[in-house]
T-cell receptor, first 113, second 116 residues
Framework: DSGVTQTPKHLITATGQRVTLRCSPRSGDLSVYWYQQSLDQGLQFLIQYYNGEERAKGNILERFSAQQFPDLHSELNLSSLELGDSALYFC????????????FGQGTRLTVV | KNQVEQSPQSLIILEGKNCTLQCNYTVSPFSNLRWYKQDTGRGPVSLTIMTFSENTKSNGRYTATLDADTKQSSLHITASQLSDSASYICVVSLKNYGGSQGNLIFGKGTKLSVKP
């Protein structure tokens, strides 16, 4: 158990809909990262938050947005869903310092039908 | 463009044999390099982290090397076990001058299958 909790584990929704994925980082970790992993692909970085503020942005679509709340949990919002958005979405968290372990949650598997 | 490339894409070995996975990167500014193990459908789990000044690090049967001059790393697995079947991902962390860990750039991974 990495200590990072993602909910829900599975999500099936229709095209055009909006969903919210939730991530609770390890206790004390200030950084939260979101990644997308499509079938047989590597993890693609979406966005990083550090202590409530956006720190880095990757290839995140405009239809996607995220935020980190004062209690440090984070939510990834995906809207106007398309079939191609079907993927595993991982959240990771890490503590302070430049060389710290990043712990990953078990992911949310999103299926858009 | 920051990139991490791994080879081979896939590898099949017999139980008990050794293997070596390769990683080349063009990432700047470099902070550290990590190897992760990812079982199918699960989150990646860290095996090793190496900074610029480290050229080898071991974690049980896993030994990672780093040549910062040539921007190459390898992961050597000794006496493979069936449970080693997984994807092995090379990840390079960017330096973040804000004090926190920088962005992680992932390779596509090497899919290892260990057969009895």
């Amino acid at each position: 158990d990495s200590g990072v909790t993602q909910t829900p584990k599975h999500l099936i929704t229709a095209t055009g809909q909006r969903v919210t994925l939730r991530c609770s980082p390890r206790s004390g970790d200030l950084s939260v990262y979101w990644y997308q992993q499509s079938l047989d692909q590597g993890l693609q970085f979406l966005i990083q938050y550090y202590n409530g503020e956006e720190r880095a942005k990757g290839n995140i679509l405009e239809r996607f947005s995220a935020q980190q709340f004062p209690d440090l949990h984070s939510e990834l919002n995906l809207s106007s869903l398309e079939l191609g958005d079907s993927a595993l979405y991982f959240c990771a968290s890490s503590g302070q310092g430049a060389v710290t372990e990043a712990f990953f949650g078990q992911g949310t598997r999103l299926t858009v039908v | 463009k920051n990139q991490v490339e791994q080879s081979p894409q896939s590898l099949i070995i017999l139980e008990g044999k050794n293997c070596t996975l390769q990683c080349n990167y063009t990432v700047s500014p470099f902070s550290n390099l990590r190897w992760y193990k990812q079982d199918t459908g699960r989150g990646p789990v860290s095996l090793t982290i190496m900074t610029f000044s480290e050229n080898t690090k071991s974690n049980g049967r896993y030994t990672a090397t780093l040549d910062a001059d040539t921007k190459q790393s390898s992961l050597h697995i000794t006496a493979s076990q069936l449970s080693d079947s997984a994807s092995y991902i090379c990840v390079v962390s960017l330096k973040n001058y804000g004090g926190s860990q920088g962005n992680l750039i992932f390779g596509k991974g090497t899919k290892l299958s260990v057969k009895p």
